[in-house]
T-cell receptor
């Protein structure tokens, strides 16, 4: 299984809502990533988990809270978002971790709209 | 800080013409990866380059990593309509992972 799955595919939420994005992989990868992508822009790295520990946080606002319950799952908890947070949220995974990042497998993304 | 420029931003070609996109860094890179993202899709890994001066080929695609490990290119020979999409470099330096701005390729059949 070389697939990264993400749920939900689409999410519409108000600024006072709390929601979670979920990502799952069964490739035995030990590095997992969250990216944010706005239209016609490149993905921007948000967080990296390596061996289930947060290894990179790219100064992301605290209204985004990542969680890695186990080596196969990655969540992104959302609270008090702003309309400018509307974007495609991509999850990815790769073998290894640490200082060198290998080929990343991306999920299809969650299209988030904040009203 | 680390800066990488990817050019051109857009490229429109006739089917059968060649296409090249470039990534240039102000600092030495540990490695560079290339991804393709189809319209409405997600990035898909193409290749990783690690060694100075490395050249790798995948059918009509040729990837190069510069001798100083500060620049890289992706060349497509005789484009086909299936090559449409945005091509990104992803560079790693000083433990930061940063995508280039991307080159959006469109093709006139």
């Amino acid at each position: 299984d070389t697939e990264v799955t993400q749920t939900p595919k689409h999410l519409v939420m108000g600024m006072t809502n709390k929601k979670s994005l979920k990502c799952e992989q069964h490739m035995g990868h030990r590095a997992m990533y969250w990216y944010k992508q706005k239209a016609k822009k490149p993905p921007e790295l948000m967080f990296v988990y390596s061996y289930e520990k947060l290894s990179i946080n790219e100064s992301v606002p605290s209204r985004f809270s990542p969680e890695c319950p186990n080596s196969s799952l990655l969540n992104l908890h959302l609270h008090a978002l702003q309309p400018e947070d509307s974007a495609l949220y991509l999850c990815a995974s790769s073998q290894g971790g640490g200082r060198t990042y290998n080929e990343q497998f991306f999920g299809p993304g969650t299209r988030l709209t904040v009203l | 800080g680390q800066q990488v420029m990817q050019i051109p931003q857009y490229q429109h070609v006739q089917e059968g013409e060649d296409f090249t996109t470039y990534c240039n860094s102000s600092t030495t890179l540990s490695n560079i990866q290339w991804y393709k993202q189809r319209p409405g899709g997600h990035p898909v890994f193409l290749i990783q380059l690690v060694k100075s001066g490395e050249v790798k080929k995948q059918k009509r695609l040729t990837f190069q990593f510069g001798e100083a490990k500060k620049n890289s290119s992706l060349h497509i020979t005789a484009t086909q309509t299936t090559d449409v999409g945005t091509y990104f470099c992803l560079h790693q330096g000083a433990q930061k992972l940063v995508f280039g701005q991307g080159t959006r390729l469109t093709i006139n059949p």
